[in-house]
Each structure stands twice: as C-alpha cells, then as structure tokens.
C-alpha cells in the first residue's frame, strides 16, 4: 500500500532537546507510520517521535534527529468499550480529550501526569504518572494492550484486550519509559476505572521533615484508602494533603478517620492549586526521584532547600532547584539516595547547564541487558538515539 | 497422552550431559545432582501431567552460587535448562527438556528481609506464595496474588508465569507485586531488575521477565510489595436458576461502578462436584454460583455491599448467603478454591483450560462452550474469575476410552479459538507453557512473535533457558526478520522524502 505523508520541513519550535530535526513528518495513520520508519530505514535517518511535546525537553537530548515524528495526527479513540472498562485510542490522543469522552460513561483513564496536552504515546514512552498512582498504578498497571511501528517499519502488537492476559511477554511495560527508543507506540489499549461520585481532601500542615515522614507513615500504615497522599514541601515545612474518591459516606467517614489519625488538620472540598503540579520554572533544574518511601525524612534532608511535591504513599517525587546549585549538588543527592535504592532523574535543565549534565545518573548491573535490547530492537540505532541513559 | 517433545535446543549429544553431571556434582556435591532415572522420573512432569519428558539432569539448587554454577556450566556446554518450583504450573512451564537441566528451586525457601515500613518482603524464589502473607500478617499486611495452589506453589514459579488467582481483579497479579527480581541470565551473569523503589531509570526489564516464562533466565531473589489489610470484608454466595442470569449480575455489578475484590462463577456441573468433595453446601438446585467479595473500608463495603445484593435480586437471585464470620467465609472459599481437584472425583480425568474473555461476553461465550460440548459429546463444568472474563472449563473424559485425551484437548483448543474471536486471550494466568504454544500464532501475528523473539534473544541468544516453551515456531537468533513482503519494497519510496 503506498501513502504520501504530509511532511514539512523543521524549525527551531520543533526542537527535541535543543536538537532540530531536518523535517517533520506528520502522518495521519499506522501505515503512514509504517512507511515513514521504512523510508528512514532506506536514508539512514534518525526519527524521534513525538506528541503534545509536553515532555520533549526530558531525558537527554537525542544524539541525531533527522526526522521528527509528529503523531498528534493519529487522534482516533477507536473502541470504547464500556461495559468491559476497556478503551482502545492512538497515540496521538490526547488525555484530557479521551477523560472527557470518558467521562460520559462514567469512567476514567486513571493516570493524572502533572503535564497539561501530553498524548497517550507520550505518558507511555515517558512513563508519566500522577498522584492518583497510589491507588491505580502507573501505566505499566494499566496499559494492556499496545501497538508499535519498529525500526524497520513493521507493525507490532502484543497483550490484547481484556485485563487479564498473560499470552506472550508483556512488551507495553519494556516500551514504558523506553522514550521511543525501542519503537514508535501507535496505539494503546487500557484498562479504565468507574469515576468516583464523590471526592474530598483533608489538609494538614507539616512543620518539619520527621513530621513528614511521621505523617505519611500514618496513613500508609492505616486501614484508609486514598486515592492519593501528597506532600508540599519547601523551606523546611510543608503541607499534606490526602485525598479519597469513593462514595459520598465512605468519603465523609475516610475524610473523618484522617483527621483523627493525623491529630489535627482540615477538609477541603478541592485540593491545593499544587497538587498534581510540578514544582519549578523554566530556570530550575527539575527532577523527578524515586525511593523507598519509608525514606521521606531523608530524602527531603537530602534535597536541601528544593521545593518538592512528594507522592508519599510510593515513593515518588519531583524536585526544584536552582539551576546551577542543584547541577552542582546532582551527584551527591543521588549517593544520598543511593542507600533508598532512589535515583534521580533530570526532567528539565536550562540550557546554561546542559553541557555535561548526567540526565539518568548511574546505571546499575543490568545495563549490559538493556544495550543488547536496544541492539536488538534497533540495531542501526535510528530511534530516538540517545535519549534514553547511556546512550541508548 | 504422553508427548515427547525434546525442544529446539535439545542436546545433540548426550555425551555433553554426562560431562555437565560429573562436572555438577564435583561444583555442587553429588547429592545436589541427580541421574539416576528412577529419581529422575520424578520430575518428568508439572502440574501439565499429560506432558512428559525425564530430564538429562535434575540439579537440586541450595543456593544462589549453585543456579550461577549450573547454569554457567550449560551455557559453557550448550544444555539447555529449566527452573522448577513447586512444580504446580498447569501450561507445562516447567517440563524438562530431554537431556537437558532440570533446576530444582524448591530448596531456595529464606524469607530474607520482612520491611512494613515500605510494605516489602525479599524472598527466594521456593518461597511458597502463602508464606508471604504469612509473614506479613503480624504487621497488618498481606501478599494480594492468590493462587488456588497458593498453599503450594512458589513465588519463583509465581514470577515465571504470572500467576493471578480469584483477588486480582481488585489487586492486579503477580507483575504488579514484584518491585525487583536477582535475575540469573542464560549465560550466567547475575543481574538486579528493578528494585525496592518504585521506579529506576531505564528500560523496565522486570516487567518483560515477569510472566516469561522461564525463557529469560532464573530468578534467585525477589522484592515483593505487600497491601494492607482492609478494615472491612463481606462475602456472599449466590445462587441462581440461569447461567445468563449470574453473567447478567456481574455485568450489572461492574457496570455500577463497583470493583469487588473477587466475583468467582461455577456452574451446575462444577457445584455438584465441589458439593461431592469438600460438602460447602452451596444452594440446592442452583444452576451457577457467584461467590462475591468485597473489601475496603468499612463505609465503602458496607454501601456497596447492599448495592450488590440488590443487583444479584433484580437477576433472580433465588438464595443469598452473606457469611457471618471468618469460617463461613472459609466454606463458600473452600467450594470455590477446590473445584479443580473435585472435578478430578466426579470424572476419571479432566483438563482444565485457562482463556478469556471480554467479561460483558460471559453468558454469550458460555452458552457457546455448551454447544460445542454437546458437539463433541462430552461434559464442561466451568470454574471461573468471572469479574475479569478468565474462563476456566474443566473438559471432563474418561483416559481408559482410546482417543478420549485427544478428543478432550480438541475441544480444550476450539474453546480457545472461541476466547481469540471473541477479543480475548488464550490464557488469563496459566500461561502458554508446552500446552498452547501451538495457539499462540491464533492470537498473535508472526510479526508480533518475532518481536517479542527479540527479546528472547536479547536475554538468551543461545535459546538455552527453557526451549520449547511459549513460542509456536523455534527460530535462530541469528534470523533476522527482513522486510515481509514485497510490498513492504515498493512502499518505500513514498513518503516524507520528497522534502529533501
């Protein structure tokens, strides 16, 4: 089948990383995806996908990119299916517009990533998640169906359309957070959740870092099951917030039982404009670190004066700093980590301190692993070269 | 049926067996190895027990260095090896190759490290599931994947197969549980996939090997994550006069926004053998069963609770149990959690099959298999997760009949191919194993299986660990898929190019 995809040539706007691609191919289908990547293949080109280009300033700049592949032109949902709680939509859809075709079932992709715009193919190649992932997980936890174009332009499926499916490896997950090193993900398939009837918040104020981790131990330790527990946290105090979504009484009760358990604090029909959110401007250094969560205390110790919005509950949390300081402290904040198997990732760095920034931080032993895969999937290494640590 | 499938990589010469035993116990120390075929057909079969092969070898691991050892040394000789648990596995996972390694890990049983501070436990891989909850009890947590065979089975062999069971449809299986893994690769490296943090940078290299059935590499230490325990839990069982009616209720209870902990289905046939074995007193005359968990907090379960029993009234429910403590819970479980091993006493054999389906379908799918079986003349009782769609018929024949095995897996495979067209899966949580790798180029295209060989060969480019297993067709690593077609040729010249 021959189709002509709309291209045209790059700009500074379509920068990834700072890099420019030489054209941006924009096509309206898998196969026109297919054939972008056979083309590419033909030329040698470097192709680096990308969507509502919420997150292209993430990870590390890619090594080449001669074309830039723009999927927002694959917007179809294609199959809602409400009655089994599955939905099957491109990559190029975005969140916002599927929550609300959603929404009129009843129902909910339940990812929240802090980033307004992102595409489904984004959240996945980034591996984005928001506060809810608490209770919902992350996208590996809700992701059961995927679609790729690899390097060679083929078409790739793999998990299905029921939730529970264990036919053959599970490549959605290897594809999570891959930045589409490993193919271009085209079409996603989810599991979805019932919108809660009701929501509501309690806010309690935290003084200090023991306090902190005191606090969030609590609920974590408790019987309560929030949706999400949120920390704010900046010059040496903060503000926790735990959120339920249930039904009305299980609400009210839950909302009641916290403030018990917290000693203290107040209901709040919304949450904080923070919540959700990540902290920092266009002229911090941003990361986003994971932990073990029992570790709170330590790490906030560890980040210094950073703000921070840490999800408790797992053990996830971004971080602001200036932007010079912070690339000076990068290395000892990650050996300060190192003991709470954390690691800390850079998310945005002005270009000031770019040169020589360490985007990924150490790589662990199965690194080897991880370069005979992309050397498998990619062997030419055409997709997204570079992005992802290591050079992969 | 007994099938002798020695498996692509099947040791040429056997010679090489024979080194790779004497230079085992000499490593390892003799009793770690065993040759002798009558201590050796002890191990020829898994859960799959019509499948059959007696391994070369059978190395019974104590401890990590062992695994490295072994598997160092067939990667050095080219023998091909497989890890065994507990041995439970109903897709033939864990079936030896002939002339190759069979590595015992039942040995392996240390809980390492028990953390409620960050809801983790570190075991070895022989662990048995139940134990994890165990220890995790004292501390108000529980271990959520819950096989029937989890007072048996490993978490190692959980790992392999991604083992699911009646809770995961509130909780989500065994992937979703594991946080790190110490992994043996094919050619002996060791190395850690993911971690006790929640996430690492990189690919997620863990989420590809849980549920890989041992073709990856050997699993010698695993993080688990543990759940609280909810404050609040209420079952009931009920009994219907229609199977429509009880697939009715489940669509009627998910579509009202509720997600139980479990929905669990038995029809007529699987109630009188559960009744027969283990006497749980289901409803008289009923001809399905929905056994209906929920949890959470108090609130929430009580609401919801109420909710359901007036869902499951409006479909005809004609007899509603709500257990009143622990132990009553205990019995509408135990109908439930030992209907495979009943079956196994109203008939002179059965095979259990494991495929799902889009879980709007049930009634439709349902009434299907009853054709089919009256097709084919034999008798389906059926034991399902019936709130995420994973059917389980149990295909009851008699093994004195000549052909009655084949005649059974005939229709085990038309079930299947019912599952594929209806928009499902061939398996839900026993895996592909031996079993129903011939089915798996029905749900996937060859595209989609080269693929996932990539991987494969990422891992184990020597298709030593576990061959035979999982893939339709053995391919080389060295293979590499071209371009498919001709057309693929022709497409090329179209494109973005013309900017250039």
Known sequence: ?392 | MTVTDPGPAAVQAPGRTAELASRLARTLGADRVLTDPAQLRTYECDGLASFRVQPGVVVLAGSRSDVVETVRLCAELGVPFVARGSGTGLSGGAMPVAEGVLIVLSRLRAILSVDPDNARIVVEPGVINLWVTREATPHAQAYAPDPSSQQVCSIGGNLAENAGGAHCLKYGFTVNHVMGAEVVLPDGDVVHLGGTAPEHPGYDLLGAFVGSEGTLGVATKITLRVVQVPESVQTMLVGFRTVEDAAGAVSDIIAAGILPAAIEMMDALAIEAAEAAVKCGYPAGAVAVLVIELDGPQAEVDAQFAQVEGLVAARSAFETRIAQDAGERALMWKGRKSAFAAVGRISPAYMVQDGVIPRTQIGEVLGEIGRLADEAGMRVANVFHAGDGNLHPLILFDDAVPGSSHQAEELGFAILQLCIDKGGSITGEHGVGVEKKSKMSEQFTDGDLDTMQLVRCAFDPDGLANPGKLFPTPRLCGERPGPRTAADDAVRTATYGEVF
């Open chain 1, 1 to 392: 089948m021959t189709t002509l995809t709309a291209a045209r040539q790059g700009t500074a706007a379509d920068a990834v990383g700072g890099v420019v691609p030489s054209v941006v191919a924009m096509p309206g289908s898998v196969d026109e995806v297919a054939s972008v990547l056979r083309s590419a293949r033909e030329q040698g080109h470097a192709v680096v996908p990308v969507g509502g280009r919420t997150k292209t300033g993430w990870a590390a700049p890619p090594a080449r990119c001669d074309v830039a592949l723009d999927l927002t032109g694959l917007s179809r949902v294609v199959e809602h299916t409400a009655g089994d709680l599955v939905v099957v939509a491109e990559a190029g859809v975005r969140l916002e517009a599927l929550q609300e075709q959603l929404a009129g079932a009843g129902q909910m992709l339940a990812l929240d990533p802090p980033e307004p715009g992102a595409t489904l193919g984004g959240i996945v190649s980034a591996n984005a998640s928001g506060p809810r992932r608490l209770r919902y997980g992350t996208v590996r936890d809700l992701l059961i169906g995927v679609t790729v174009v690899l390097a060679d332009g083929s078409v790739a499926h793999s998990g299905g359309k029921v939730v529970k499916n264990v036919a053959g490896y599970d490549l959605g997950k290897l594809y999570t957070g891959a930045h589409g090193t490993l193919g271009v993900v085209v079409q996603t398939t989810w599991r979805l959740h019932p919108l809660a009837p009701a929501r509501g918040a309690v806010v309690v104020p935290v003084p200090d870092r023991a306090q902190a981790g005191r606090l969030a131990q609590l609920v974590s330790r408790s019987t309560l099951t929030p949706s999400a527990v949120e920390l704010a946290w900046g010059s040496g105090q903060g503000q926790l917030v735990v959120l339920f979504e249930s039904i009305p009484e299980s609400v009210e009760a839950q909302s009641e039982a916290a403030l018990a358990l917290l000693g203290g604090g107040d209901r709040v029909e919304q949450v904080p404009g923070w919540f959700g959110r990540r902290p920092g401007g266009a002229d911090d250094l941003v990361l986003r670190l994971a932990y073990e969560p029992f570790a709170l205390p330590a790490v906030l110790e560890a980040l210094g004066d950073a703000q921070v919005t840490a999800s408790t509950g797992t053990g996830v949390a971004y971080a602001a700093l200036p932007a010079q300081a912070g690339a000076a402290a990068l290395p000892g904040l990650r050996a300060a980590l190192a003991p709470y198997d954390g690691s800390a990732v850079v998310l945005h760095a002005p270009e000031a301190v770019r040169a020589g920034l360490d985007h990924w931080g150490p790589v662990g032993d199965a690194f080897p692993l991880m370069q005979r895969v992309k050397d498998r999937f990619d062997p030419e290494r055409r997709l997204s070269p570079g992005r992802l640590l290591g050079g992969l």
